[in-house]
């Protein structure tokens, strides 16, 4: 097992097909270890934790009570490796009631479906010809085919890298990244707003 689960993410990254036939080491995986696999897949790409122990860091409602040298040691609890892993890092804030009981209507699923689709297909035409379906299964060799930058992406991508370090990993993923928000704006090239945009979803401490 333990072998396993010390090679399942990059197994598990890669999104692939769940199948009982997957092959392992020359063993074949049995199916219940494979719906564990594919369990522990989407908790890795559905990470969750608090900012801070108490979870009232930045929150309106009510005041951390950590110190600022508490918080960094429980953030950095969680691994460089593992943060590199993660495509997208969002910090949610506490939701007040207002917000909470607010009638108005939000975007529904359909209507982001229909935005999302085409930049599928857009990813399936990219790729055609190859075993990827999307722009995360990317490795560094068609990042370096399919993620051209303009001018303007490319000073500001250099300028990121100059200024926060990024692992060879943190970085292929900016740039995946800055692929799918540039595909959401039907754009062939990566410009400096959809760099921006992807370095705006790395973790604060460092990328
Ligand atoms: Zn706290």
Known sequence: MEAIASSSSSILMKNLPLSANFTFAGEAVSDRIF???????????????HACPCSFYNASVKECSYTAIAIARYQKKISGPLIDRIDIHVEVLRVDYEKLADKRQIEDSKTIRARVQPVRERQLERFKGTKLTCNAEMGPTEVREFCQTDASGEKLLKAAVQQLHPSARAYHRVLKLARTIA????????????????????????M
């Open 35 to 49: 719906s564990y696999l594919a369990c522990l897949r989407d908790i890795l790409s559905n990470s969750y934790s």
């Open 183 to 206: 595909d959401l704006a039907s754009s062939d090239m990566i410009m400096a707003n959809h760099v921006a945009e992807a370095v705006q979803y790395r973790p604060r401490v460092g």
